[in-house]
């Protein structure tokens, strides 16, 4: 019984641990190619003629090259994109014919005896361990580090203290923020002339009876595009300036049915009452929650929807977040009109506009 | 088949191969350079050094290769890009946006497009690339996860492989934060956002990386230098080092009749696996660049220059990005709001804390179940995900998260292609990738078990041989074959799970305090971890169980002898 046992039935000896006897490498089979001299001369033939076909595609490559032309003219010749098309099927297929070629030869052509080779642990052998070890402690004993604490521990000291000039040489990277964030270009009008309210792209200036109720208009302070009215230098409302000022000042302007407004509190806790203009609302287009700007309008609603993350603000409710990952509403404009009935930002927002940070303040509507 | 051995090649060609001027000249070449650089010593193992074979072992390839064509493209591309955000007239090729503001790193962008030969063809391989360089590692991983090939002694190269997706992924968003555009410029938008919500530094990090306040002159050229320097200086260190532990390690292998823990068993380095990944290497240049070449990527002219008062519908980071991104739409609008300064849940959770969270989770995976487990084995012999049920069970309720999280990214293109609304599809995914994972690890678990009894059942009882046997009574009972020994050796050649501690024995060991709450709270997971696991049968079981298939088998065969139904296996 104990004999049937130890013998699988195909008449290995067993190992203590396996049911099955490992049956070892399976014989080695020759391939058509191996052992018929015509099959090998077609594999021959067929990888040369892989390699020939990059060539050939390579040449096209050139010749790509050098007749089509990418501008965007429709008249030129083969036309838009045909270029890249071409450039970029001719080089794929080159490389690729010799990729194939290679691995044709390998399966095809190549020996393909599979061999075996010992593992060893990753380990090193123990002497050589020991040997190390006893070389690492010889080290720290010659060094002394251990026996004279003055010195290392002087030395940790002045090794910590060096990494500072690593991490106070990065202070010029930029400003400190101050309260930068806190202001936007719409609080710099001046005497007589509130920052008028205009149509980003075109910067036309808008009367309250332009707007049908339900119409939404983007909009930007009239002093990027008219600094001096405003007694602003133009060099600060210029390429990146400008950039920088878009990202704190855009605005959507909403009209809706007067009625529908329930208007919130400002931080003081006065009403905001007179912050709209004929059931005007403007409200900061950059979102409270990582600050895309805001653009989706569900015109029934008077709900604004941000592309990016969803966070949907009422506008005719202080803007108040309904919907979505933004934690504090939008923050609101007060309008007004100028003397020539033109909308204007009677003041700046009175809390800072964009995403939140720490050391932001918050207050209830 | 029989073969006439006489007429075996024993050369690639009809005559012998005769050491002609290929072999002489490479060996003089080889003395002259062991003469002054002495690898002839490293290179008299390493040469023919054994590759083993599978499909699988492809994947981490490809996040090779990829990398290389990332490196070869990459440097075209900064020849003609200028990482400035001065501001320019565009005046180049494309109509369109001639006379158009925007910054030089737009506009030489367009350049590259429009008015270099091949320029977009390369732009559109380098980006195709990074797509396939982070696929690759992703899916790399996976099966070296599910697989155990992570288990001792490969925890470090698991380390570096989880820092290599980390790094590429930082990669992938500088690089395709350059351009300028209105996409890639939203998403930058986004990364100034979650800097500012990092507690008590967030507005100083953000004044700091941007230059002043967003989005200043200073982003563009700053990502440039991480995105061509710091980052792949880094990220070649670690792929050179994770190569270089796997030549050390020797590579996995399968189980199989002659392939056991001590051995490897494969091709030679020299000439076949060289060929072969050589080869690969080409058809892996050659896919990118017909990707590149046919199908568009990143089309920034159409997105147009950055601009911070813009942006469009269906705004989405490269799909790596996905799975934060996803996070940050289905977080409630959780901000607190105390003593004048603000905390951003909503932002803080799903951006910095859930990735790193993630990335430590994933370091942590060997090194957890190696304590779970005890298993202070070296491990060479490949794990089929069946025979280690949790730990398949583990990976695909991560995956189960990250896929639900990633969908949640594209909750607006969801809503929009399936007339669904938005709110129930983000009320739907708080929910979903709570409970998501729970029931993955569940099925996965129980399915894996059951996979490893239709194992159990094959050795015990043989394949199911699809003949059909009507008994005399009326009765009907399928023959079942003994599986070759190859296949057999192949299902059997696995350890069996360890049993865990019981708590008597750990009470018993004389721990106190800390120590015996810790190895009690051990043995309890290696109980869930091996819990319904089934081991292989041992010898004897194996030998009853054929003896008694034998036994059947004979019956069947005098019942098909006896009865009308006279279909022999032979006939099938």
Redesign the interface.
Known sequence: MSD???T???GGE?AIS?????????AH??RPT????AK??RA?RQVAGFFGLSAICTVLFLVS?FTLD???DWHVFAGFGA???????T?????????????H??RK????N??????H??NSPEEDRTATLEALNLGIEESGIGRRPLIRNSLLGAMGLVGLPAVVL??D?????GD??EHTIWGQGVKGKPMRVVR?GIWTPILASDLEIGDLV?C?PDALHNPERYDIDPTEV???AA??H???A?LVLLRMNPEDIKPGKDKDGNSRENWTVDGIVAYS??CT?????I??NERTTHHLLC?????TFDLADSGK?V??????PLPQLPLGVDDQGYLVATRDFDEPV?????????YER | MSVDLSKVASTNGSTPAEAKGGPKAAGAIANWADERLGLGTAMKKNLRKVFPDHWSFMLGEIALWSFVVLLLTGVFLTLWFDPSMTEVQYNGSYDPLRGVHMSSAMASTLDISFDVRGGLLMRQMHHWAAMIFIASMMIHMLRVYLTGAFRKPRELNWVIGCLLLLLGTIEGFTGYSLPDDLLSGTGVRAADGFMKASPVVGTYMSFFLFGGEFPGDSIIPRFYAMHILLIPGILLALVAAHMLLLVYHKHTQWAGPGRTEENVVGYPMLPVYAAKAGGFFFIVFGVITLLGGLFSLNPVWKFGPYDPSKVTAGSQPDWYMGWPDGLLRIIPAWETHIFGITLSWNVMLPILVMPPLMLMVLIALPFLEAWITGDKREHHLLQRPRNAPTRTAIMVALMTFYGLSWAAGGNDIIAIKMHLSINQITYFMRGAVFIGPVIAFIITKRWCISLQRHDEGKLLHGYESGVLVRSPEGGYAEKHLPLPVEEAYRLSARDNDPTPETVEEIESSGLAGRHLKLRKLRAKLAAVFFADNVQKPTAEELHDAQHHAEHELHELEAQIAAGPNKHGPADH
């Open positions: 049937a046992h130890n699988d039935p195909h067993l396996e049911p099955i006897a490992d049956p070892g490498l399976p089979t020759w191996d052992v018929d001299p090998e001369k021959e090259y990418i501008d965007d270029s890249t098309m071409a450039l970029g099927a080089l794929g297929l080159s490389l690729m014919f010799i990729g194939i070629g290679i691995i030869w390998s052509l190549m020996a393909d599979e061999i075996s080779e010992l593992r642990p990753a990065l202070r990277l930029g400003p400190l923020p930068k964030l980003d983007n930007q210029e390429g990146i950039q920088v878009k990202s704190k855009s287009k950059i929650h990582v600050g895309c700007p653009s989706l592309p990016c993350h969803q966070s977040v919907f979505g990952p933004a934690g504090r964009g995403p939140s940070y720490w050391e932001r303040d918050y």
